[in-house]
C-alpha cells in the first residue's frame, strides 16, 4: 500500500486492519449497503495494492463480528438485519423448555422530548437536543416477555411515529430500511430489579417480582451511539443465554 493512500491508522496498525478499515468506511459511506455483495477478493487486493491473503484476513475478522457475511460459493455480502440470524445476535432470550416461539413486537407509545444529562452523555447529544422515545412489547409466542423503553436521536429517524413503527419490520431492520441506520454492536449491562407497577402490568406478573434489566447501547458505524435502550425482561419462563468462547 502507497504511504500516499488516505488511510488514518497508527503506523503500528497490521496492514489488515488497515484494510478493515478502508472496506468499512466504504459502508459506512453507502457505497456497499445492506444485502450488497462486495467485490471479490482479488478485485479488493488490486484495488488497495495488497495481497489477496490481506483482504482475506480482513474480511475474516469482519466476518466475524458480523460487518460481513460469506455465502458458499456466492461470495461475500454486507449484513443486513433482514437477515433472521441478526435478529437473533441482539435478542439473548432463550426458553427454558423446547423452541423459541415466534416474536412479535406491540409499538406502545412514541414521542418526543429533549434530551436530559444522562441520555445526552449516552448518545453524545447535547443536553436539550431532540430525542425520539418509544416504548413497546415484545411477545414469544403469546407471552409478554420483554418491556422496553428507547431513547433515539430524532435527527436520525425525523418521521419515527407508532404508525411507522407498526409496519411489522423489526426494530432494527426498519431503521437500516427507511432511515439508513445500521446496527453493527451493542454493549450490555444486566443487572436484577424488582417489577414496579407498569412492567408488571405490561409483562403479567406480580408487582415485586423479579425482573431482569437489559440496559444496551447500540452502535453504528465510526462507534456512533444511536440507541440507548432499558429492557426489562421476565424469565419466568426465560433466561439470558451468552455463549463464550
Known amino acids: 500500500m502507497s504511504r500516499s493512500s488516505s488511510l488514518h491508522s497508527p503506523t503500528f496498525s497490521p496492514l489488515y486492519r488497515q484494510i478493515k478499515e478502508l472496506i468499512l468506511r466504504h459502508l459506512e459511506s453507502g457505497e456497499w449497503g445492506p444485502g450488497d455483495h462486495i467485490p471479490s477478493e482479488s478485485d479488493l487486493a488490486a484495488r488497495f495494492g495488497v495481497s489477496q491473503g490481506t483482504v482475506r484476513k480482513a474480511i475474516d475478522e469482519m466476518a466475524a463480528e458480523n460487518l460481513l457475511v460469506r455465502q458458499q460459493g456466492k461470495g461475500t455480502f454486507v449484513a443486513t438485519h433482514k437477515d433472521p440470524g441478526s435478529y437473533f445476535r441482539f435478542l439473548r432470550l432463550v426458553p427454558n423448555q423446547g423452541d423459541l416461539q415466534v416474536s412479535q413486537s406491540v409499538p406502545l407509545e412514541c414521542w418526543r422530548a429533549k434530551a436530559g444529562a444522562d441520555v445526552a452523555r449516552t448518545l453524545a447529544l447535547e443536553t436539550g437536543a431532540p430525542i425520539t422515545i418509544l416504548r413497546r412489547l415484545l411477545k414469544l409466542g403469546e407471552e409478554p416477555v420483554v418491556f422496553d423503553e428507547i431513547y433515539l436521536p430524532s435527527e436520525l429517524f425525523p418521521d419515527l411515529s407508532l404508525e411507522v413503527l407498526r409496519s411489522g419490520e423489526s426494530l432494527y431492520s426498519l431503521f437500516e430500511t427507511r432511515y439508513g441506520v445500521r446496527m453493527i454492536r451493542a454493549d450490555e449491562r444486566l443487572r436484577a430489579v424488582s417489577a414496579d407497577r407498569v412492567s408488571a402490568e ?29 429492557g426489562f425482561y421476565s424469565t419466568r419462563n426465560y433466561h439470558y443465554h451468552n455463549e463464550l468462547g
Open 202 to 230: 405490561l409483562l403479567q406478573v406480580a408487582e415485586g417480582s423479579p425482573l431482569l434489566l437489559v440496559e444496551r447501547v447500540t452502535f453504528t458505524y465510526g462507534h456512533k451511539p444511536v440507541e440507548w435502550r432499558r
